[in-house]
């Protein structure tokens, strides 16, 4: 049988044809070949039915993988005139996951940037320089003792990876964070680090998009930050426009992540600059919840935000993310039609105390 040893490399997308019917493929050589006509010999031997979503093809997937091998390898030999160029078709995000989960402050180079440039996280005002170093030792002492942190973006976040971005009528200051995303393949609970890697079905590019100045909670601040307010909003996680099975990646940890904005480069970073590195997260996501096939953890973004250079999204602005292997997402941004009556964004303020 065909492994990841020999297999020919191969991505995985969703997409539509002219029947407006979505459905997930295998890609080779800028060909999508539609899953469910390569398992359903497989499948009808067992008498169900092939995966019709790539949810599908995730909850199968310790079975369906080796299968999808084995048709990669005899496609790449052998083109099937069941191949559909991809340019013939609409791009959708490669999955629709029923949990997103978000790891946050987790590349070194980006909390010490942030820690730096505020004079409010040095309490004896102290130069850029000193507060750099304080940063550092930090950093250095949460690789040793800390935890990675993480919070949960809703299922309506997802957005198409050619789609237009709309931007909050009620928000000023739309940010990017691209992110490596980690598509889970076999549920996990309270797995060790060093087994973690074994769940994972694939990566995929993420754009955790951010309202920040809808944030911040100083009306209670005790409650930490707003994530429904700050990156809840609908499309705020572009993703896609493939996975590219967890096989074919020799190290997740080495990994060169790029985002232009009007073709300016704004980020550019390798994922070996995490904290805490995939298989981390993974341990400690699976010590709180149920971790479930087709879930998506993104791993926190390099440095170069909006909120670095003062520049937030606009309007006509063009987003483009990639991460080596995975393809490009392109996403224009468009200014939200806000219908008469509809309610708006009422700006958080601090309370009275006294």
Sequence with gaps: MTTEEDARSFLLGTF????????????????????RDLLRSTYHAQGKEPPLTMIDVMEGWENNWPALCTAATRLAEQPDPTGRPVGDLQTLAPIRPRQIICAGAN???????IMADHASSSAGGDSRDERRRRA??????????????????????????YADLEIPADSHQLDWELELGVVIGKAARRVRQENALD??????VANDI?????????????LGLDYIAGKGGPGFLPLGPFILPAAFVRDPQDLQITLHLNGQVMQQSSTSDMIFPVARIIEFLSVHMQLLPGD????????????????FLRPGDVIEG???GMGLQ????????VAPGMVMHRKFVALETS
């Excluded at 998506?296 to 520049?311: K, L, M, V």
């Excluded at 392109?330 to 039609?337: G, I, K, S, T, W």
């Design 16 to 35: 539509v044809d002219h029947s407006g019917v979505p459905f997930p493929a295998i890609v080779i050589a800028d060909f999508a070949y539609p899953i």
């Design 107 to 113: 590349y070194r180079a980006h909390v010490i940037e």
């Design 136 to 161: 550092e030792r930090i950093m250095d002492h949460r690789v040793q003792e800390g935890q990675p942190y993480a919070f949960i973006k809703p299922y309506s976040t997802v957005l198409d990876p």
């Design 199 to 204: 769940h994972i079905a694939g990566y995929v």
């Design 210 to 222: 951010s309202a920040r100045d809808h944030i911040a909670r100083p009306d209670f601040p005790l």
């Design 296 to 311: 998506i953890i993104t791993t926190g973004s390099p440095a170069g935000n909006g909120t670095h250079y003062d520049r």
């Design 322 to 324: 990639t991460i080596q």
């Design 330 to 337: 392109r996403n224009r941004c468009v200014a939200e039609r």
